[in-house]
T-cell receptor, first 115, second 114 residues
Framework: SAVISQKPSRDICQRGTSLTIQCQVD?????MFWYRQQPGQSLTLIATANQGSEATYESGFVIDKFPISRPNLTFSTLTVSNMSPEDSSIYLC????????????FGQGTRLTVV | GQQLNQSPQSMFIQEGEDVSMNCTSSSIFNTWLWYKQDPGEGPVLLIA?????ELTSNGRLTAQFGITRKDSFLNISASIPSDVGIYFCAGRVISSGSARQLTFGSGTQLTVLP
């Protein structure tokens, strides 16, 4: 399985500000994803981070609020923009294990609290 | 979209007891995955299932891919305190519209009492 490093692991932010979360993988991966996990809830897919092109967003998530970059096959960032307390969640980076393998592996998550 | 029903929502068991949890879907899945999440951590993959009827073990954990491809269960035998956590099922449908997208169950919170 890939080793996935996510930074920061947690942060407390003021409303109206933005936070960029980084995800670094120790090997090249085809697919990278960003999930949100609200307190006490399950995981919800925000978007698929596409290398060299715009991310593919799921219903209810937009690029202006959650801009994503993926400059290469080992790195991606998710920005949570103009934050409000409702954005307080755990944000998780996920990758496919290997080409053609359908297992998904997760980073340790970023716990965001907006005050 | 696909919906996954995971049950039970929570369980309190005595150390040494066996545990069973399951997920059912309104859609047919090609893959079932089971994860465990500890507090402050990301989900960790426990077992992956790829074929209808497949039964796979990982130590004290056993999971099965239902014959109908719409359900899966996870069993934990002889539970120990470190089994405490939230267990999630996840299913995947390979389709042109949402290729490779995982759908997650709501989770089962397991508490093991000494």
């Amino acid at each position: 399985s890939a080793v996935i490093s996510q930074k920061p692991s947690r942060d407390i932010c003021q409303r109206g500000t933005s936070l960029t979360i980084q995800c670094q993988v120790d090997s090249q991966v085809t697919m990278m994803f960003w999930y949100r996990q609200q307190p006490g809830q399950s995981l919800t897919l925000i978007a698929t981070a596409n290398q060299g092109s715009e991310a593919t967003y799921e219903s209810g998530f937009v690029i202006d609020k959650f801009p994503i970059s993926r400059p290469n096959l080992t790195f991606s960032t998710l920005t949570v923009s103009n934050m409000s307390p409702e954005d307080s969640s755990i944000y998780l980076c996920s990758v496919e294990g290997r080409l053609g393998n359908t297992e998904a592996f997760f980073g340790q998550g970023t716990r965001l609290t907006v005050v | 979209g696909q919906q996954l029903n995971q049950s039970p929502q929570s369980m309190f068991i005595q150390e040494g007891e066996d545990v069973s949890m399951n997920c059912t879907s309104s859609s047919i899945f090609n893959t079932w995955l089971w994860y465990k999440q500890d507090p402050g951590e990301g989900p960790v993959l426990l077992i992956a299932l790829y074929k209808a009827g497949e039964l796979t073990s990982n130590g004290r954990l056993t999971a099965q891919f239902g014959i109908t491809r719409k359900d899966s269960f996870l069993n934990i035998s002889a539970s120990i305190p470190s089994d405490v956590g939230i267990y999630f099922c996840a299913g995947r449908v390979i389709s042109s519209g949402s290729a490779r997208q995982l759908t997650f169950g709501s989770g089962t919170q397991l508490t093991v009492l000494p």
